[in-house]
């Protein structure tokens, strides 16, 4: 890259974009995180207690395919300041996160990413950005037909009517 090229891009700046902010709380983040991974059987637990929320931020498309029950759907690209004060005004509350990486055996629903690009990752460290830090992520890769997490969504009514 040339000297001026290297200014240009310096000059261009955009007081909404951090990627610098973003890089440090993304390795704050990942500290905190690995004592806020659970298991399957810990995530029933969490998830069957007063005031925890479910949250899936896969495309609405994929949620309704299938999910796991009681979950709220709210899309990673709609996950903003507006949204979260909406949705979980009380940055205190217990939330459980999974994504398309936690699932095996039924690509339609939960298609694969790259592990260093799992949607998991990308929500923790968004809601973390957000103050959330009562957030908790669903850690083994389960197949969808041994889970004892309950799933539910179109593709499951589909399979039973046939």
Do not use: W
């Amino acid at each position: 890259m040339s000297a001026a090229a290297f200014v240009l891009l310096l000059a261009i700046t955009n007081p909404a974009i951090d990627m610098d902010g973003y890089l440090r709380v993304a390795t704050e983040a990942a500290a905190y995180r690995q004592s806020h991974r659970v298991t399957e059987d810990e995530f029933i637990r969490m998830s069957a207690e007063p005031g925890t929320i479910v949250l899936d931020a896969r495309s609405r498309e994929k949620f309704e395919l299938m999910h796991i029950k009681g979950a709220m759907n709210l899309s990673f690209p709609d996950i903003s300041i507006g949204t979260l004060d909406e949705l979980l005004p009380d940055k205190e509350t217990r939330i459980l996160i999974y994504c398309n990486n936690n699932f095996r055996n039924e690509e339609l629903a939960f298609p694969g990413k790259a592990a260093r690009a799992s949607l998991n990752l990308s929500t923790y460290i968004a809601l973390y950005s957000y103050g959330y830090r009562n957030v908790y992520e669903l850690g083994p890769l389960l197949d969808v037909r041994e889970t004892k997490l309950p799933l539910e969504g179109s593709l499951l009514l589909r399979r039973d009517q046939q």
